[in-house]
């Protein structure tokens, strides 16, 4: 009926067709899935400021510069007065230090680049789940080791809700290194040992053991009151909620 | 052409593009990229509303966060009067609540001093920490030296709220019970019971 031309024509030109859909579907699918995309986000920074050097070589704690994460749903970036705490004695002349200097004069903040984001219609609270004492490296990663950081989780609701349901698989629970209060007294020996407050990410996940034996919708213990005596008291991690007002309220 | 190596040619590219995907799904394989991630329809995710810390464009200064009215304070808020210079007046203006010397206390002044004043002062409070050691910062006092622990606990939560020399105040970044569970913390690393707070003579003669 066709001519054996006509007929080559439409084999060759449906095959093209079908490949470009296919690049464009990868492309487009997988490119923009937050899963994919969003980790492996690091933008350039206004001060070349490393954590690596910071908490990783001078084992300065996360919550010396992320004061108030413990009390608040945001994890407050630092005030540039909390740079020149250390920043008028150290390297007070550095050329890399100007933006912040400049900053503290005029009183203008620093324009940080923000990396980790969830939707605006998603209430994250970080009090909550550091309350529930886990560490700040099951969703941020081994940021000590890290010169320039990078969005380490892909932050998506498919992710959160693996954690909530199946927590024991998922919490690395605190660490001396984060400053999360965990009601435990530690040996200042131990302290003193550097590789027992830096031990790298993927031994800590080998070591980390269930904080708790999740039961459906109850905690191991009594939930204890928020604080003790004005002291934030902490609560074993459970199975988080999973019910969609507990983050989209 | 040769019809029979075709369809192998075809089979692995397929292996390999199922490959690469499996991989990129598994997240093995994630791209550094400086470029805020692509967004294909995002519906609701950046809203018109003020976040903390991030700009606003209701603003003439373009940021969400507001400084407080003159004169106010914060709900809860325990803002510090003394000045560094006023050792005197510490004596007597900071009263020592007398926390319990509990496991509980103590481990909060534990995880507060180690948070924020062990990366100057070290663990262990002698001040010997990296930061010390790379001579960045020459000159810290080690906390558990006699001179040290000879001072009141109220003059110590007076250096720890209005700073001291170079160390600037932490009144912003501690609660006053913190600041008191730090102490309780610190005396125990001194070996030291620790007194409320001296007259302020003695406080002048122990300089």
């Known amino acids: ?249 | 052409m040769n019809a029979r190596k075709l369809p192998i040619l075809w089979i692995l590219i397929g292996l390999v593009i199922a490959g690469f995907t499996t991989l990129v799904l598994a997240g093995k394989i994630a791209w550094f990229s400086d470029q805020p991630p692509l967004e294909f329809l995002s519906n609701m995710d950046h809203q018109f509303k003020a976040i903390p810390q991030s700009g606003n464009t209701y603003f003439s200064d373009r940021a969400s966060l507001r400084n407080p009215v003159a004169g106010t304070v914060a709900i809860g808020a325990q803002p510090y009067e003394l000045g560094q210079g006023d050792i005197d007046a510490a004596e007597t203006a900071n009263i020592d609540p007398n926390l319990p010397q509990t496991e509980f206390v103590l481990a909060r002044g534990q995880n507060r001093f180690n948070v924020f004043c062990a990366a100057c002062h070290n663990y262990d409070a002698k001040s010997n920490s990296i930061l010390v050691q790379r001579g960045q910062w020459p000159g810290i006092p080690d906390l558990t030296r006699e001179q040290t622990a000879a001072l009141s606990n109220a003059r110590i939560f007076h250096i720890i709220s209005a700073g001291q020399n170079l160390m600037p105040s932490y009144a912003d970044k501690i609660s006053v019970t913190d600041r008191w569970a730090i102490i309780r913390y610190l005396r125990t690393l001194q070996g030291v019971e620790g007194v409320a707070s001296n007259p302020p003579s003695a406080t002048t003669q122990a300089q």
Not at chain 1, 35 to 63: M, N, W
Not at chain 1, 99 to 119: L, T
């Open chain 1, 1 to 249: 009926m066709f001519s054996r031309r006509f007929d080559m024509g439409v084999k060759v030109g449906g095959a093209v067709i079908g490949a470009v859909a296919a690049v464009v579907f990868l492309l487009g699918y997988f490119g923009v899935r937050n899963d994919v995309a969003d980790v492996g986000y690091r933008p350039e920074q206004p001060v070349p400021f490393s954590h690596k050097l910071h908490t990783g070589t001078l084992q300065i704690q996360c919550q010396y510069c992320h004061a108030g994460v413990e009390e608040s749903a945001h994890s407050p970036v630092p005030t540039t007065q909390t740079c020149m705490n250390c920043h008028t004695a150290v390297r007070a002349e550095s050329p890399r230090l100007q933006v912040v200097r400049d900053s503290y004069e005029s009183g203008q903040p620093i324009e940080w680049a923000r990396i980790h984001k969830v939707p605006d219609y998603v209430h994250f609270n970080h009090s909550r789940h550091i309350r529930a004492q886990i560490d700040c490296k099951s969703c941020h990663g081994p940021v000590e080791e890290m010169g320039v950081v990078s969005q380490f989780k892909p932050l998506t609701m498919g992710w959160c809700l693996d954690c909530h349901r199946n927590p024991e698989k998922n919490i690395i629970g605190a660490r001396p290194i984060s400053g999360v209060f965990t009601g435990k007294l530690h040996a200042v020996k131990d302290l003193l040992d550097s590789t027992y407050v830096f031990t790298p990410i993927a031994a800590q996940v080998g070591v980390s053991t269930p904080i708790t034996v999740p039961q459906f919708g109850s905690y191991e213990t009594a939930i204890p009151p928020v604080t003790v005596a004005g002291i934030p008291h902490p609560k074993k991690a459970g199975i988080g909620p999973e019910n969609c007002s507990a983050c989209h309220y």
